[in-house]
């Protein structure tokens, strides 16, 4: 579900029937093919939102009771730069009661399944909550590889105990990324010799094609 400047969450799926507070539906279904795609291929995705002013339990319960069929769902992703943001900059900081609420309820579709936080400020996760939790790090706007590792090292070292994660390749990092013969190979096995918490790192589909043409 994806921001709107509005308030609203949009979701790439119908709606069950039922009218949801700064919640819209589309009436085609985005991600059943991909999904099923996924699932014979043995992946893993997290099923994300930018929440913005919708209840983040009800975006949660409607996606997984659509889609936790799909052995592919490893859990919800939570952009929390878009928690709340018309009224707090950069976004909400998540609460303790918050990340035990929708963990708890994302563990009772599958108690495999995680919930992954995303920002690059720390201070904006919850301050002692840890169950259940993969600390995502979207940071960008680094001046090398070096300057990258130096934000993300601290990043994994703040949350020790949990799965870290680190999005990258984002335009903005483009001059000095495009120098590596390969970007992601690269630059993910440095984070993964460095942070020894990385579960996953994962390069941004705004510039996906730059390294993985699409013929």
Known sequence: GVAGNDSICYLNFPSDGNQYTNISFSEEDANEDYFNYFDEKNLSVWIGFEPV???VS????LALDRYS???CIAGISVDVEWYKWPTHDTGKQISDVEAEQWYNLIAS???TYTLQLKHWIPEKMPPTYREGIYFIDDGQQFESIDHMLEYFTAW???FPDNPVGFQI???EDQDWWCEYNDPYGDIANAIIADIPNTR????VDFSLTEICPIE
């Open 53 to 55: 002013n919708a209840d």
């Open 58 to 61: 009800t975006l949660i319960s």
């Open 69 to 71: 069929n799909h052995p």
């Open 109 to 111: 579709y599958n108690a």
């Open 156 to 158: 994994g070292q703040q």
């Open 169 to 171: 390749g984002y335009p």
């Open 200 to 203: 996953g790192v994962f390069w």
